[in-house]
């Protein structure tokens, strides 16, 4: 069952006097565990795509159906609601709050929808973190911070990962860490997208979806290693 | 993890910006403590200042009578006087118990400071039974009385000489009376009679104490007392009436002094939030991205602002209660009158509204910044610079 599935996807909105296409047309299907990619130059659109597949923006045409449920013409406090059980978010920049522990930070989500169950523990297991839970943001390296961020991401138990240039401000090392990372938690069935300009990085999910200029240039099928 | 955690982390996050803007709340809730709690204090300490006076009413010459109420309260200079047969006559009235006459003038002692000096007979100390004094009354026309207070500030003891400045008359310390906690600590006391021989003024009186057999009647007396030529009468009441017109220009001021600076604190909050708000616009997009909707981030911002207010308060009025003692001392320095009694008291019931209006400062100026961040676009807000 496709967990995404778009048709015609558009978004357009004006700066100044032109109006900037920033999505056009945008048809895709994402298979539950699948690993896929969104490739692109900068300013090809591969943001605009997440922001509208993370149900952090409406399309200004078009359909979205994300488990099946019809997300356009959705209010915020309807998106909030698909966010929290659906969605995991790993930024570029990791965002994580200055003052909160590495356990404090995971656990931020919860904050917003505590179901009760933690699994605070676990996530930093499988981030390779839990020896650091008590420390603060500052004493960390990138990498860890990024890890932090995928646990905080995964607290919800979403069903789709998605990463913005997760490895944007990383090293190749970390970079690595944290894409096997990412290989572990789709092996273990969860479909997880990322958006990059890396082309090795790209490389290693089964599928690449280019974008260009705001279009969906090619699907790029690749057989799981 | 709650969002009370969150939001104090938050602030702890800007020390020096949260600190200052602590301060400026705790300097206004001082301020609006402090005035409050003189007001009730003030009010008091009148109204026993009056109770202590002994009289129920006083006669006087026709005159200004703020300046009536002054000399009467807290001593000063009258130069019209009424005499003895004002006495006899206020006596003779009916519903009239006692009239006795009072002496009050102003000599500089030899320390530089003025003194109050007040002359009594024996039907003046029947005003005030409850005075107790050490040693003797008056032994002799040289006897003086010194209020505790002033015997201990001069070193001045039972059997002491006592004189002033430009009289070759030599006093003795003959009683000292016990601490009154009214204005009668703040006089010299002397017989009549030596009082008025002081100031050339014999056979004459600055006031006329009177107590009433019946307090219903005392607008039948004050009638009668002012129908005689050149003397006017001032109840109790009037003289409380004289005392907050007075106060009412003075309190006027301090009102809107501490509005405005409840005011510009409150300001000082918005600004320290919006900031802050501005600052971490990214943030709150993350925020929202993973989970937050518009009613949480309102609630975290909103909490921050009460927290910093609130906490403002405490330390306002705890800051307020410790400084009591100073800040009545700077109020006697500006206020046209102020009663002897303690003008800053402190009272449970101010201490609460005080924190209940620095609270409502926090939800007041903190509910615009938390609109702004709860109404923030998550994606525009996670791209922003």
Known sequence: MSVIKTGKLCKHYRRGSETVYALQNATLAIEAGEFVAIVGPSGSGKTTLMNLLGCLDTPTSGSYRLRGQEVTGLKESGLVRLRQENIGFVFQQFFLLPTLTVEENTELPLLFRDKGKRLTHELLETVGLSHRRKHLPKELSGGEMQRVAIARALINSPAILLADEPTGNLDSKNSLKVIELFRELNSKGLTTIIVTHNREIAAMANRTISISDGQIEEHALRKTP | ?385
């Open chain 2, 1 to 385: 993890m709650k969002f009370f955690s969150v939001a104090l982390k938050n602030l702890l996050r800007r020390r020096v910006r949260s600190a200052l803007t602590l301060l400026g709340i705790a300097v206004g809730i001082a301020m609006l403590f402090s005035f409050m709690s003189f007001n009730a204090g003030y009010q008091a300490s009148l109204r026993q200042d009056l109770n202590r006076l002994g009289a129920h009413m006083l006669a006087i010459a026709k005159g200004c009578p703020y300046e009536a109420t002054a000399m009467v309260m807290h001593g000063g200079v009258i130069e019209d006087y009424l005499t003895e047969e004002h006495i006899a006559t206020i006596r003779a009235m009916p519903n009239v118990k006692t009239a006795v006459g009072m002496f009050m003038n102003q000599k500089i002692v030899h320390q530089g400071k003025p003194v109050i000096i007040q002359g009594l007979d024996e039907a003046g100390f029947a005003l005030k039974p409850w005075w107790v004094i050490e040693g003797e009354r008056f032994v002799d026309a040289n006897s003086v009385i010194l209020p505790a207070g002033k015997a201990t500030e001069t070193g001045l003891t039972l059997g002491s000489e006592y004189r002033i400045s430009g009289v070759d008359q030599v006093f003795t310390v003959t009683g000292i009376l016990q601490k009154t906690g009214s204005q009668d600590d703040q006089f010299i006391y002397m017989p009549l009679l030596t009082a008025q021989r002081l100031f050339n003024a014999e056979g004459k009186v600055t006031s006329v104490a009177i107590q009433l057999e019946d307090l219903r009647q005392v607008q039948a007396v004050v009638d009668l007392v002012q129908a005689l030529p050149d003397v006017q009468a001032i109840t109790m009441s009037q003289m409380l009436g004289t005392v907050q017109t007075l106060m009412e220009s003075a309190q006027a001021l301090i009102t809107s002094i501490v509005v405005v600076a409840v005011l510009i604190s409150a300001l000082g909050v918005l600004n320290s939030i919006l900031t802050s708000v501005f600052e971490r616009t990214r943030e709150i997009g993350m925020m929202k991205a993973v989970g937050a909707g518009a009613v949480d981030i309102f609630a975290l911002v909103w909490i921050e602002s009460i927290l910093l207010t609130a906490s403002g308060g405490v330390v306002g009025i705890a800051a307020a209660i410790g400084a009591g003692t100073l800040i009545e001392g700077a109020l006697r320095g500006i206020l046209p009158f102020a009663p002897a009694g303690n003008l800053i008291t402190f009272n449970p019931d101010i201490a609460g509204m005080s924190l209940l209006v620095s609270v409502i400062l926090g939800v007041v100026a903190g509910a615009y910044p938390a609109l702004r961040a709860s109404q923030l676009s998550p994606m525009e807000a996670i791209r922003s610079e």
